[in-house]
């Protein structure tokens, strides 16, 4: 007969349905009791729907089952709150902020942050006013889009002062640190530095705050996700098929945190030609909106690849900042309208 020790680290190998984490760091994992008559599986489960525990107690049995030794399994579930994280502390609001919003994916390389940034701009213009947290530790961006050379302040009470240009307030950890410098940390640090710049930081009066979220399901999202007072979350994707099966990783981890998904995002979703005018679906397209009626989400919109929105990210010259009647640029001003729609704002 295998020992605990041994059936725990196999139950590893089963991920949380949806997510990237595996059930037993997810802390589902309550005991293992190993008898001559088989195996008993004690899980602990979050508030979670109904079939979700029975895809997880199906996976426990078919693994343990293919262990050698094991003549027979058994699963009992004892319903608990969701485990949280060492130091982990309940939700809260951030004060003077009226609502917050995160902006996620389920993979990296989609144009997050890029859509990140265009939202919290298009939301200001349309007459708020808005903060712009970047919480992507190792790969920030934000600031490289909005601007870097200004040093960021700290008050006599060691509270963060976030830099504002372009109508928004917003904080970075690539404020802090050159461009050759790379973040080795571990997820304890990652944990302690996004809730300096959640709580930390003088954000003022705030209409609403935009997340920008690291790519995936991992610890770092899920710290936040159930760390503040979430009023809503908006995914990005592109078209082509491999980024959509990312997307229904976000969308559930947005759903077991009780958070609302305020809608899909397709980015990349074509190319004008500026000489001839022709429409070229480089990765696809409609995708975004296939499974936003497929899942039973909103489908926000679709933006096109755009060379001047690049540039300007390049640049630290935001396309919806500085060229306000581009189609991209009215194009988002109609995406934040629907958010700001939806979460009352």
């Not at 077991?256 to 397709?266: C, F, R, S, T």
């Not at 022709?278 to 499974?291: C, T």
Request: net charge neutral; aromatic share 4%.
């Amino acid at each position: 007969m295998p020992t605990p020790n041994e059936i725990l680290t196999e139950l590893r190998k089963i991920k949380y349905p949806g997510l990237t984490r595996d059930i037993v760091s997810f802390g589902m994992i309550k005991d293992i009791e190993v008898a001559f008559r088989g195996v008993t599986i004690i899980l602990a489960a979050p508030a979670a729907k109904p079939e979700v525990i029975d895809r997880i107690v199906d996976d426990v049995k078919k693994l343990v089952a293919t262990i050698d030794g094991v003549p027979a399994v058994e699963v009992n579930v004892e319903r608990a709150p969701p485990p949280r994280s060492a130091g982990a502390m309940p939700r809260q609001p951030i004060p003077g902020v009226k609502r917050i919003l995160a902006v996620a994916s389920g993979k990296g390389g989609v144009g997050k942050s890029t859509v990140a940034v265009s939202l919290a701009l298009a939301i200001a213009s349309l007459g708020r006013k808005v903060g712009l947290m970047d919480a992507d530790v190792y790969g920030p961006s934000v600031a490289i889009m909005v601007g870097a050379d200004e040093q960021v302040r700290v008050t006599d009470g060691k509270r963060i002062v976030p830099l504002e240009r372009f109508g928004i307030r917003y904080i970075s950890m690539a404020l802090f640190i050159d461009e050759e410098t790379a973040v080795i940390w571990r997820g304890p640090m990652v944990t302690k530095l996004e809730s300096e710049f959640l709580f930390n930081v003088e954000w003022g009066e705030l209409d609403c705050l935009v997340l920008d979220l690291p790519p995936g399901t991992g610890d770092a999202q899920l710290t936040i996700t159930q760390r503040v007072s979430l009023d809503g979350g908006i995914i990005v994707t592109t078209p082509q098929e491999i980024a959509l099966l990312d997307v229904r990783r976000g969308i559930a981890m947005f759903h077991e945190v009780d958070v609302p998904v305020l809608g899909i995002v397709e980015n990349l979703s074509y190319h004008l030609c500026r000489k001839c005018g022709a429409r070229h679906e480089i990765f696809a397209h409609g995708g975004g909106a296939r499974l936003a009626g497929e899942l039973g989400v909103p489908f926000l919109g679709e933006l096109p690849i755009v060379r001047e929105l690049r540039e300007g990210g390049d640049r630290a010259r935001p396309l919806v900042a500085v060229n306000p009647e581009h189609p991209l640029s009215v194009r988002m001003r109609e995406i934040a309208a629907q958010v700001l729609a939806a979460i009352k704002a």
